[in-house]
C-alpha cells in the first residue's frame, strides 16, 4: 500500500483502497457449500441432479478431501469421479460423498474451484487437489514417470480384481475383447493395434471375469516381445520388448503375471501438468 500523505495540517488526504472481489466470491462460494449437507456419490444421489454447470465438494469418511467444477454437467462430471473411485482399491465408494452448487455458465470464466481452492488452503491442505485425482491419460511419453509418495495413484491403485462388466461367454476375437476391456474398465487402457488382433480368438468362459484374469489371456495371445503392464493408475500394452516401467506394479508376459515393486518419489508438490483435472 502507498504510504498516506499528510496535508499541510496534518490531515491524510489520499491512499490506496483494494478490494478482493475474487476472495470474496470465493468465501460466499465455499460458505454456501458449508451450508449443505452431504449425499452418497452413487447413481441413485446423481439422478437427483440437473444438468447444470456447477462446483462441487468430495469427502472421504465426512473429511473434504477434493473441489472441482463442472462447465457443463455436474452430474456427468461427478459421474466420471463414480466410475474412476469404483476401481480403485483402499477405497469403498459407500465412503465417498458430496455437496454441490449450480452456477451460471459464464460463472466459469471466474475458475470458481479456483476460488474454493484459494479459500480452503488458507485452512489447510485439500488431500485430492493437485496430487492427481483428477487426471486424464497422461499419454504414452509419460509412462515412464516415478510418481510422488502423496500422488493419488500411489494412494489407491488401480484394482485388477475389479470385475470387467458386459463381456459373453464364447470365442470373440482379440481386437474386440480388447475394446470391450478398454471400454469397461473404470481406469484407462491403452494399447497398440496390431492387424493380427482380428484373425485371434479368445474364448470367454464366463460373464464374470477380473480384469486380472482377461490380462493374463491377453497376454497369452499377443507376440512374445509384447507385455501388459499394470501401472499405479492404468495399464498399457504395447510391443516394448520387457521393459520395466517405475510406477508398474504387475506385468503380463506370456500369459503369466510377474509382480513388481514401484518407486516412488518423495511426497511433494505435484505439477499443474501432472494433475490436470479431466474434462
Not at 118 to 143: C, L
Not at 196 to 211: E, G, N, Q
Not at 267 to 279: F, V, Y
Request: glycine residues 8%; charged residues 25%.
Amino acid at each position: 500500500m502507498t504510504p498516506a500523505i499528510e496535508s499541510s495540517d496534518g490531515e491524510t488526504y489520499h491512499s490506496d483502497f483494494t478490494l478482493s472481489i475474487t476472495k470474496a466470491l470465493g468465501d460466499q462460494l465455499a460458505d454456501a457449500l458449508d451450508k449443505l449437507g452431504t449425499a452418497p456419490l452413487s447413481e441413485a444421489s446423481l439422478q437427483q441432479l440437473a444438468e447444470k454447470a456447477g462446483v462441487y465438494q468430495l469427502y472421504l469418511r465426512g473429511e473434504f478431501v477434493y473441489v472441482g467444477k463442472a462447465d457443463k454437467s455436474l452430474p456427468g462430471r461427478l459421474r466420471n469421479h463414480l466410475r474412476k473411485l469404483s476401481g480403485r482399491r483402499g477405497l469403498s465408494l459407500s465412503e465417498i460423498s458430496f455437496s454441490c452448487l449450480y452456477v451460471a455458465e459464464d460463472f466459469s470464466a471466474l475458475a470458481p474451484e479456483q476460488l474454493l481452492i484459494n479459500h480452503h488452503k488458507g485452512r489447510g491442505a485439500i488431500p485430492w487437489n493437485n496430487n492427481g485425482f483428477g487426471n486424464k491419460d497422461p499419454g504414452r511419453r509419460r509412462d515412464d514417470t516415478t510418481l510422488k509418495a502423496n500422488h493419488f495413484d500411489m494412494t489407491y491403485p488401480i484394482n485388477l480384481d475389479y470385475v470387467v462388466q458386459g463381456l459373453t461367454p464364447g470365442i470373440t476375437p482379440l481386437h474386440r475383447l480388447l475394446e470391450q476391456v478398454k471400454a469397461a474398465l473404470p481406469y484407462n487402457f491403452r494399447y497398440e493395434r496390431l492387424a493380427s488382433f482380428r484373425s485371434k480368438t479368445l474364448t470367454i468362459p464366463s460373464a464374470d471375469l477380473t480384469a486380472d484374469w482377461i490380462f493374463r489371456r491377453i497376454s497369452g495371445e499377443i507376440p512374445g516381445s509384447w507385455q501388459v503392464a499394470a501401472l499405479m493408475g492404468y495399464v498399457i500394452m504395447y510391443d516394448d520388448r520387457r521393459k520395466d516401467y517405475p510406477s508398474a506394479w504387475r506385468y503380463y508376459r506370456d500369459g503369466y503375471p510377474v509382480d513388481a515393486s514401484p518407486e516412488a518419489e518423495p511426497a511433494g508438490s505435484i505439477s499443474e501438468s501432472d494433475a490436470g483435472e479431466e474434462d
